[in-house]
């Protein structure tokens, strides 16, 4: 019996053993991935960096096109489990459809492969000026994505969406059964104003319409309650027509909030209205370089604006023009979303 007892005890310790490093294997494999659509892979590298890489590591996704112009996507994993109840996190500004689809599509795969949770991080909100209906029949996109992303399957501990500077704050609230957060670039921007080491006294906050008031004026109070200045304008199709400087702006040096810039055009007739005013020099602080060219960008460059201040929310801050140009100070909107994932864990 006694030997018998001793050969039960050698095989239950010979079967664990080679167990253990499979084990130990798992264990290394707990990292949470960071996923990303192709123009979000810069983005995704500098969350990582921020991150760090003891718990973070970034997964490479493989795609191609079709002849008949169907998308193909690929998480590059080994096998199906190493996804199973894994913390995902994938980046994707919604500038295009094609990434608003790609992270519908991944964002579903992520589920129904057992992630436990998934968190989305979009720098730039597509859209996002679509927020209302102004006429009849107007089709609310904004709403509409919102409520497509909603659709992404929350299974295990759900999804989470981290936002960034939306036009309009109340966009979180068109996400249904879901969590959406605004992060907001306020700090980082405000720190770009501080390279430009202007005088105390000698600059104040304007904005390029009625539409940024709020922001403005918090602005504003983060140094020392400078003066402000408004536009008002009237807007008819793609023209934009200004009209009046209200506030003083002569001998001061004006910088200009806006919360995006496309066309630049609401922005180049502020900029020469406050100069008209008598303003010394123009700056400007965006939230999201979402230019529609090149050739806006090249504008920007041979603009009479001094300095212009933006994040890399948008793909469009890595064109060569903006990194070849001194007329550009990038600051990283990556930081406060490494800020709030980190709060999140």
């Known amino acids: 019996m006694s030997d018998e007892k001793t050969k039960i005890e050698t095989k239950i310790e010979t079967e664990i053993e080679p167990k253990s490093p499979?084990?130990?294997?798992?264990?290394?494999?707990?990292?949470?991935?960071?996923?990303?659509?192709?123009?979000?892979?810069?983005?995704?590298?500098?969350?990582?960096?921020?991150?760090?890489?003891?718990?973070?590591e970034k997964v490479e996704m493989d795609r191609k096109q079709f002849a008949g112009g169907e998308e193909y996507y690929r998480i590059g994993v080994d096998k199906k489990s190493d996804l199973l109840d894994k913390t995902?996190?994938?980046?994707?500004?919604?500038?295009?459809?094609?990434?608003?689809?790609?992270?519908?599509?991944?964002?579903?795969?992520?589920?129904?492969?057992?992630?436990?949770?998934?968190?989305?991080?979009?720098?730039?909100?597509?859209?996002?000026?679509?927020?209302?209906?102004?006429?009849?029949?107007?089709?609310?996109?904004?709403?509409?994505?919102?409520?497509?992303?909603?659709s992404i399957p929350k299974d295990g501990e759900g999804n989470i969406f981290f936002l960034f500077d939306l036009h309009v704050s109340g966009i979180v609230h068109y996400f249904e059964s879901t969590i959406a957060f605004e992060v907001y670039g306020e700090q980082i921007l405000a720190e770009g104003v501080r390279k430009l080491n202007l005088e105390p006294g000698t600059f104040m906050f304007a904005s390029a319409d009625l539409g940024r008031?709020?922001?403005?004026?918090?602005?504003?109070?983060?140094?020392?309650?400078?003066?402000?200045?408004f536009v008002r304008k009237t807007r008819k199709m793609e023209e934009t027509e200004v009209h009046e400087v209200i506030g003083e702006v002569k001998g001061m040096h004006v910088i200009i909030y806006d919360d995006m810039i496309r066309s630049g055009g609401t922005l180049f007739h502020a900029v020469d209205a406050y100069l008209n005013n008598g303003a010394l020099s123009i700056y400007t602080v965006i939230s999201h370089f979402a230019i529609t060219s090149e050739a806006v960008c090249q504008k920007l460059i041979d603009s009479k604006i001094t300095k212009i201040i933006t994040t890399n929310s948008h793909p469009m801050s890595q064109i060569k023009l903006v990194k070849e140009s001194?007329?550009?100070?990038?600051?990283?909107?990556?930081?406060?979303?490494?800020?709030?994932?980190?709060n999140y864990f």
């Not at 990292?31 to 960096?49: H, R, V």
């Not at 008031?213 to 200045?229: D, E, G, Q, R």
């Open 22 to 56: 499979i084990i130990q294997k798992k264990n290394c494999k707990s990292k949470t991935m960071i996923l990303s659509t192709k123009s979000g892979e810069y983005f995704a590298d500098l969350l990582l960096e921020k991150l760090g890489t003891d718990n973070f």
């Open 88 to 150: 995902v996190i994938f980046v994707s500004s919604t500038a295009y459809d094609g990434d608003f689809l790609e992270l519908v599509r991944v964002g579903m795969a992520l589920s129904g492969y057992g992630t436990r949770r998934r968190i989305f991080v979009i720098p730039f909100m597509g859209y996002s000026t679509m927020e209302r209906a102004t006429k009849s029949g107007e089709v609310v996109t904004c709403k509409t994505n919102c409520r497509i992303l909603s």
């Open 213 to 229: 008031t709020a922001w403005v004026s918090s602005y504003s109070k983060k140094f020392n309650n400078t003066p402000v200045a």
């Open 326 to 342: 001194d007329k550009f100070i990038i600051v990283d909107a990556s930081i406060p979303f490494a800020k709030a994932i980190r």
